[in-house]
């Protein structure tokens, strides 16, 4: 069975800080994928990130990094240099064999 | 490149009616998901689509949901009839297929409240 795990419903961060959105995931497939989508407040899904389970650098898009620990089978988020339109909510997402699941989001607030 | 469109972008209705949402994939993607989304919570899958053929509908609530993909290109997912627990986003994705690498897509979704 494969599960996605988001702990953290909410967080905070000073503009221009970063900040680390965690996921950790299980699942049986060998090989499988890793994503992270922003939903702002106007609900459409925007693709962030994406770490294939063989890659062996993080990967990196723009102020967007996936921290990526095949071991412990996290993929978290890193925001470098917060922008109040930063201010969504962030899903983890996994795409194994036959299956894409979600996990249940975290909230981020950025502080002006 | 024209996104994903979805219509209509909200509906209100009263329990036991029926309604309908339509999708319209980006251009060239042959995978169309479905998903509910509850409040607060992330996407449910409820079916995806090869082309024409529904491939994973294991999660569709078959007695009163229903959707089709003629022709393997636009979608239509129907309520028939609504009830009080339907109430929530309907989100509809595209992509392009391909395994583990398979980056969704979304639209702007459907918000459905019941009456």
């Known amino acids: 069975a494969q599960k996605i795990t988001q702990t953290?419903?909410?967080?905070?961060?000073?503009e221009k800080e970063a900040v680390t959105l965690d996921c950790t995931y299980d699942t049986s497939d060998p090989s499988y994928g890793l994503f992270w989508y922003k939903q702002p407040s106007s609900g459409e899904m925007i693709f962030l990130i994406y770490q294939g389970s063989y890659d062996q650098q993080n990967a990196t898009e723009g102020r967007y990094s996936l921290n990526f620990q095949k071991a412990r089978k996290s993929a978290n988020l890193v925001i470098s240099a917060s922008q109040l339109g930063d201010s969504a909510m962030y899903f983890c997402a996994m795409r194994g064999t036959?299956?894409?699941?979600?996990?249940?989001?975290?909230?981020?607030?950025?502080?002006? | 490149e024209a996104g994903v469109v979805q219509s209509p972008r909200y509906k209100i209705i009263e329990k036991k009616q029926p309604v309908a949402f339509w999708c319209n994939p980006i251009s060239g993607h042959n995978t169309l998901y479905w998903y509910l989304?509850?409040?607060?919570?992330?996407?449910?899958?409820?079916?995806?689509?090869?082309?024409?053929?529904?491939?994973?509908?294991?999660?569709?609530?078959k007695d009163r949901f229903s959707a089709e993909r003629l022709k393997g290109v636009d979608s239509t997912l129907k309520i028939q009839p609504a009830e009080l627990g339907d109430s929530a986003v309907y989100l509809c994705a595209s992509s392009l297929g391909g395994g583990r690498t398979d980056t969704q897509y979304f639209g702007p979704g459907t918000r459905l409240t019941v009456l």
């Open chain 1, 8 to 14: 953290q419903p909410g967080m905070f961060v000073q």
């Open chain 1, 98 to 112: 036959y299956k894409y699941i979600f996990g249940t989001g975290t909230r981020l607030k950025v502080l002006a």
């Open chain 2, 37 to 61: 989304q509850n409040l607060g919570q992330g996407p449910e899958l409820l079916i995806r689509y090869e082309n024409e053929e529904a491939v994973d509908d294991s999660q569709l609530p």
